[in-house]
């Protein structure tokens, strides 16, 4: 049989060799253009980005701080110089129906000088056609038109009051503008006395009289009223010339000022019309005051106004917007409301633009699980993909909350490409649960988080060190400091032969150590205020560590780090306390009997073991059998539990540590209590790799400084997590004094062999094992149970005596 290996100081941390730089600090290096490592997701995003199709949007996958935003970001940045520019769009009023505003396009920076020519056009009608109507020429002409009816009216007037003069009777001009007739005397109309002293045929040729001249001037006055009507048409005729001939001359002026743009040439021939319709609304009575008659934003002359929701004059090549809050309303626009009197209302000048539309022409950057997390947004945002155009589709209406009218804009054409940043998981999910996604992110671009450290890594790193360094104003490192920055990049990710690419990760502790840096006044960042941030780092949240060990120093919890037990072995926990992780030893115990072959797991029994906790322990199971029970019955129960713990167990990197603890109660020989172990198993006896493995070392490490060293400690693990140790100084020092060790296994054997201290044992070809080893005490008695079993068969009975 194989032994354990004890693994020497040099194993236990891959140091990075400050020999190989060719600088001495980082401001020697040439900054780098981009993030290192990343040449598969950067290919990617190159792809998704030039390709045209439909769903060619893109999905960038990675951890939180891994720099995918930097990277889309620069490698979109650099793209969009040489795209050109991204149209303008605004919408205007629709003169035919108000509810439904129409859309417009123009060439980037066209926008705002179009809102600057209607807002001159506007000014100037303001100015001009108060002007036209108040000048001498126009004047005149209403003279003449005002002098022909006059003289119109006394002509058929001076007739009638002929025939009346003609006939005795007087014409009279009542108060209320009224005609009336009278018989007259000496040229003054008489009085009703005087009228009833006349004669009665006078009388009766009088009263016949005024009744034929009532008739008559009733057909004067249908012929005067015609009369008016003919000379308000020529008046309103007069009026649309001037106006026309004022607006027409601004209108054109717009007109050829965008020969090309088709519906444009639609809205202002509109605007045209409607602008003749309302000339009043600029005729404005010169009391209400210069402001309101001048002002080219008021309520009455909004309407002709563009409202321009995307602007890119100022933008260079097609834009790249980041939306850090996708919520529906901010992806798709929306059209407020206004209160006036008591009253919502809204109209085109309303409307706002969203992520959507300001992307519209380039590229829009979003983060899957903060759009994911706002209410309808994902839903609104496949929908505008799907259609390829944006619509104003207020949650309200489309799910029936409120009956209020509001505006139906036309839909605004999409086309741009969305950018999705998120987690792998995420990613899995959407792609399982919801059918539409893999049409419409049918790019995925996925990060690397690690590089093997070579010494063109080394550099690659070193550079990236400095680049981030002058971006972010902080103090150079000494070449010490970045070797130790690479190390613990390495450790980060328990990996002796990586180290780290998260972004995130790095700039934190880079700005963190130029604090300590410029705390002691120093030039340069050195290895010691790398170790001093990590160390401050640990203490700020370490509290929880430092009580739980106090009460293992206190003898509350109960962890025995010297002396032998049998069925009690040492196992290893990571606890993870926000940014802290660090693990403690706890107490496996192990109790056997007579049975039928059950193996009582008490977590899972109280519902505190996880799903891997209990696969372990199947696979334990599994190996039991199958070692000592091949061609016989497993004639035995047992129950294994982790002493003092109180919350939820799940993995199985405790399973060796389990099976050795079960194996020592079945032998009843005990297992030395200053090794503790780690490691997961198959059904084989091969010892797995675990996570958490520096931590476990260093915490076993920690417990016993606390309960004292006594040369004998030391902590036993898989061999294959032997090229993820990156441990601290104190425990190297203590493996290289002598005060500490660590074992490498391969097989449950070789643990067994190191717990137990005796030979584990070999089947020889006689199917026994040798006397006095581990095994052959556990075959005897497994044998014993099976005989006993045997026994009760024979004799009937089916409970022992």
């Not at 038109?145 to 009051?161: M, S």
Request: proline fraction near 3%.
């Amino acid at each position: 049989m194989v032994n354990a290996t004890k693994l020497n100081p040099e194993s236990l941390y891959q140091h990075c060799n400050t020999e190989q730089f060719g600088f001495k600090s980082t401001a020697d290096l040439e900054s780098l253009p981009t993030i290192i490592g990343q040449s598969r997701a950067l290919d990617s995003v190159d792809f998704g980005v030039n390709i045209t199709g439909d769903g060619y949007n893109l999905f960038v996958m990675g951890a939180a701080g891994s720099g995918k935003y930097t990277l889309v970001k620069r490698f979109l940045d650099e793209h969009v110089k040489h795209r050109d520019k991204a149209d303008d769009w605004g919408y205007v009023h629709n003169f035919t129906d108000a509810q439904k505003p129409w859309v417009v396009s123009l060439p980037a920076g066209q926008g705002k000088q179009l809102h600057h020519d209607i807002e001159q056009v506007i000014q100037r009608l303001l100015t001009d056609l108060p002007h036209v109507f108040d000048d001498e020429y126009y004047r005149g002409r209403m003279r003449s038109i005002d002098e022909a009816a006059r003289k119109h009216r006394v002509r058929l007037f001076g007739v009638l009051q002929q025939e009346a003069d003609r006939q005795g009777i007087i014409l009279l001009r009542m108060q209320d503008g009224s005609y009336a007739f009278a018989a007259k005397r000496d040229g003054e109309a008489m009085t009703s006395d005087e009228f009833d002293q006349l004669p009665v045929d006078q009388q009766e040729e009088t009263e016949d009289a005024i009744a034929t001249l009532h008739e008559e001037m009733q057909h004067t006055l249908l012929e005067l009223r015609e009369w008016e009507r003919d000379n308000q048409t020529k008046v309103t005729a007069l009026n649309d010339e001037v106006a026309t001939e004022v607006i027409s001359r601004q209108m054109d002026k717009l007109k050829h000022a965008y020969p090309k743009i088709g519906h444009l040439q639609h809205y202002f021939d509109e605007m045209k019309k409607d602008l003749l319709n309302n000339v009043d609304a600029f005729l404005k009575p010169e009391e209400e005051g210069e402001e309101v008659a001048t002002s080219a934003d008021g309520a009455l002359h909004r309407r002709y106004q563009i409202n321009l929701i995307v602007d890119n004059s100022d933008t260079s090549g097609a834009p790249v917007i980041y939306e850090n809050l996708p919520s529906h309303q901010s992806l798709l626009g929306c059209v407020e409301n206004m209160a006036m009197m008591g009253a919502l209302i809204t109209d085109f000048s309303l409307i706002k633009a969203g992520a959507l539309h300001r992307a519209n022409g380039g590229y829009l950057i979003l983060d899957v699980e903060q759009l994911l997390m706002q209410p309808y947004a994902w839903e609104g945002l496949k929908r505008a993909l799907q259609a390829k155009e944006v619509r104003f589709d207020a949650l309200e209406q489309m799910y029936n909350l409120v009956a209020t009218v509001s505006l139906e804009p036309e839909p605004m054409p999409l086309d741009l490409k969305v950018i999705l940043l998120g987690d792998r998981n995420l990613y899995y999910r959407l792609y399982e649960l919801d059918p539409e996604f893999a049409e419409l992110f049918k790019v995925v671009a996925d990060f690397e988080e690690q590089m093997e450290r070579t010494s063109e890594n080394y550099l690659l790193y070193a550079r990236l060190i400095g680049s981030t360094v002058q971006k972010e104003g902080l103090m150079h490192l000494e070449t010490d400091a970045v070797a130790k920055v690479i190390e613990q990049a390495a450790r980060s990710i328990e990996d002796s032969s990586k180290f780290s690419l998260h972004l995130g990760w790095m700039t934190d502790l880079l700005r963190e150590s130029s604090y300590w840096a410029r705390k002691r006044q120093a030039k340069r960042v050195s290895r010691d205020d790398i170790i001093q941030t990590l160390s401050s780092r640990e203490q700020r949240v370490d509290r929880i560590r430092g009580d739980l060990y106090q009460h293992i120093k206190r003898n509350i919890t109960r962890i025995t780090v010297s002396g032998e037990q049998i069925g009690q072995v040492n196992a290893l926990s990571v606890f993870s306390v926000g940014e802290l992780s660090f693990a403690q030893p706890s107490r496996l115990t192990a109790n056997c009997r007579f049975g039928d072959g059950d193996i009582l797991d008490i977590e899972r029994e109280v519902e505190l073991g996880g799903d891997l906790h209990s696969k372990g322990m199947l696979i334990m199971s599994g190996y039991l059998g199958a070692t000592y029970a091949k061609d016989k019955p497993l004639s035995m129960s047992a129950s294994l539990v982790f002493e003092q713990s109180y919350g939820e167990v799940d993995g199985d990197s405790a399973t060796v540590a389990e099976l050795c603890a079960l194996l020592s109660a079945i032998a009843e020989l005990p297992l030395n209590q200053s090794l503790a172990i780690t490691g997961s198993m198959n059904q084989r006896g091969e010892v797995q790799a675990i996570g958490g493995v520096n931590e476990k070392i260093e915490g076993f490490f920690d417990v016993c400084s606390i309960l004292g060293l006594n040369g004998q400690q030391g902590v036993i693990i898989p061999s294959s997590n032997v090229q993820h140790l990156m441990l601290r100084q104190d425990v190297i020092d203590a493996v290289a004094s002598g005060q500490f060790q660590i074992h490498a296994i391969e097989t449950v054997e070789q643990a067994l062999g190191l717990l137990s201290g005796m030979s584990v044992g070999e089947l020889n070809e006689e199917g026994e094992y040798p006397k006095e080893s581990f095994n052959a005490a556990i075959a005897d008695r497994l044998q014993l149970w099976v005989d006993v079993h045997k026994h009760e068969k024979e004799s009937g009975s089916d409970e022992p005596d």
